[in-house]
């Protein structure tokens, strides 16, 4: 499917609780996860693609965690969910943040531990 096919069946089909779409080319070299709105924001009509799938919160945080890494969880502050991410810096020194358990938080925290890449 082109592109435009693409955005016209993620403009149908997403729900409101849908904040992030999983991708694959027609190569099936890779996945990637983005956030909707960026996604379609770069979207080009003429790229080829070979499926995708709309995620939730919930399901994007699994998708997090089947890499299992390390210094990641989900908790509560001040009665509000979190994420605790203790993250590795290249000096070997570790930062250790509390995030919103929000969708831009998800995706941060699932972009540095994938460190950009697409998934194999």
Request: glycine share 6%; with cysteine.
């Amino acid at each position: 499917m082109t592109g435009r096919e693409l955005e016209k069946q993620i403009q149908a089909e997403k729900q409101g609780d849908q904040h992030f779409v999983r991708w694959w080319r027609k190569e099936n070299d890779f996945v990637d996860f983005e956030l909707i709105d960026s996604f379609l924001a770069n979207l080009k009509h003429d790229e080829e693609f070979a499926g995708f799938e709309l995620l939730t919160m919930d399901q994007m945080w699994n998708a997090l965690k089947e890499f299992d890494p390390e210094g990641v969880s989900r908790g509560t502050r001040e009665g509000q969910e979190v994420i605790y991410w203790d993250q590795e810096k290249p000096d070997g020194t570790v930062k250790s943040r509390t995030c919103p358990y929000t969708p831009d938080s998800l995706i941060s925290v699932f972009d540095a531990v994938t460190k950009g890449n697409p998934v194999d």
